[in-house]
């Protein structure tokens, strides 16, 4: 992507592409070593997501190395490129294009150099897996110039990343780096971490929301209300925590309130999100209303960290996606200085959203700092993940559009009500951690935040349609109590504002008397939007629906990410009986340039399949004063034997920027179904997710 960079960033300078233009020097990003190989440095961090198989596409393409030569060093603060948090499905657009930049800056830096020393013309040479090529042979390369410290300069904005047409290895699908040692069992991830003389720790919560720690037992580690137990072995520190449940003395929680009535009725601040257009007049109109429980992150893997302080530093090795993010916080809570603290990243279970990674970091530093030199791993229990993480925010949307006489959308007015979507660490004056409400001085979670709509939103995200209205008004109610600490989870709010838009579009195309698709169509002027809608559609057998068997359905339903990112077209086909099942998905998704399109296939497949999982099944549960939902029977996900069969259609577009693919197909997948399931039964879906106790209150 090969932005105006010769024009000013906020802040003055030439701007760089992504991350770049804050991480600017060279060396940040890559170093060259005397052996031939590669290191690349990336902010962004491997969530199972592949994106370091992406970037290593990408540094062999611009550098024309072997991508067997690329390493690819681990995220650490203090030492690599800060970019923040790896979320929003923008590690290709932020990471990706600035190392594309800075490597192809490198190439240009040391090809300069090459041809003054040679004494060949610059445009004569050329790059074969990191060797100088002129006329006569060699005359250089990266590894002979390794030791020149020709990186230890800022980007410059003339650089100049390869055109389309010359691109080789970017556009190809390549093996993931990061599979093989997963295949075989190697420790890769933070679970298997293991230093030497490392103890193992147990967490015990608090058994409501709320109580307070009376009396701790013996033999365990106490700081406020937060409490733990540590031993040599996974198994003690496991007898041991049972024991100190049993023992611990807790004062009564808090409590919860009803939050079904809670949620129609908590206040907050009221805003407008967006207002165009005048009125119009509305020949027909409708209201709808349309609800999500609670969700858990529910990642299978459970959150884990290891901690080791050594009475100065603080070394933390954590799955969290925002490493210089955490270690704000993490300075905030423990009262040190962030330099004192050195963040890791080490590989974790995927989490596509805010789970435990962060919380779990702090409670590691906590009882690190009670045995000094000692490694420390706190690993979590099923029903701490499933209880303790943030949940993202239960919401409604409320709807009310209308036709003009000529059967064309006239109005469309949209109000959400949600917490905020965002309690990730780094971001607010006070600790979001869990473990940072519990110690001694340690203050509540601040309510959870919302980006602007410009930048994404999160209650709001995709609240906006992409169809053309005359009439539009948007507007939100973002809650200023937080009676259950709530935060991202993949997608955001767009999982409840597609799937609201897209079942309003196929309510008012059946007043028109209109097919579903070409009611879109007809009120649809993107034409990157247009194409996804027709490809999935031809993908389906859209046009054979009308004769599906009783009890079957074929729904559709169409989003572009944040209404700024990869467009994405869904057909769902569900069979109902005792409960829905998705059997059949078939999605076109046009992200722009595709770096890996396996690695691409995988994200727009893996979304789709969590939106399934969303649509059928996943709601947590409460009682008068905890979570109740702390287990996968009292938590039931997607199952494999339920896994629909999965056909996707990338249309490939090299000339165009690239768009992140991990969050686009979630959401259009659960709009998709709950349009499927109007078909099969008749009914219109509005309260998330469609069990047969909720689809029994559907109209």
Known sequence: MNLAFAAAGDDGKPKLPGSLHLNRRLDAWLSFKADGSVTIHPGKVELGQGILTAFTQIAAEELDVAPERIRIAPTVTGASPNEAVTSGSMSIQEGGMALRH?????????LSVAAQASGVPLEALRVEDGRFLGPAGEVGSYAALADRDLLGTEASPDAHPKPPGARRVVGQSFPRVDLPAKIFGEARFVQDLRLPGMQHARLIRPPAIGARLLEAPPGTIRDGDFLAVIAPTEAEADRLAARGEREARWSAGTGLPDLGTWLETATGAESVQLERGEDAPVARRIRRRFRRAYVAHASVGTCCAVALWDGAVMHVWSHSQGPYNLRADLAKALRLAPESIVVQHVEGSGCYGHNGADDVALDAALCARQRPGTPIRVLWNRAQELTSAPHSPAMIVDIEAGLDAAG??????????????????????VPTLHAGALIEGGQPVPPSINPPLAGGGGAQRNMIPLYRVPRLKATMTQFTDMPVRTSALRGLGALVNVLAIESVMEELAEMAGKDPLDFRLRHCDD???????????AMSGWADRARLPEGEGLGLAMARYKNAGAWSAVVARVVTGERVRCTSLHIACDMGEIINPDGAMNQVEGGALHG???????????????????????????????????QVKLIDRPEQPPLGVGETTMAPTMAAIASAIH?????????????????AESE
């Open 102 to 110: 800075a490597c192809a800056d490198a190439r240009a830096l040391f």
């Open 408 to 429: 064309g959308l006239a109005e469309w007015r949209v109000h959400v009500r949600s917490n905020g979507h965002s309690s990730r660490p780094g971001r607010q004056a």
């Open 527 to 537: 034409p990157r939007a247009a194409h996804v809608l027709r490809e999935a559609a």
């Open 612 to 646: 399934v999982s969303h649509a059928l099944h996943e709601a947590a549960t409460f009682g008068p004063d905890r979570v109740t939902s702390d287990s996968w029977e009292r938590y039931p996900v997607l199952r494999f034997r339920d896994v629909p069969r999965v």
């Open 679 to 695: 078909q099969a039964l008749g009914i219109w879906p509005r309260r998330l997710p469609f069990t047969p106790e909720n689809l």
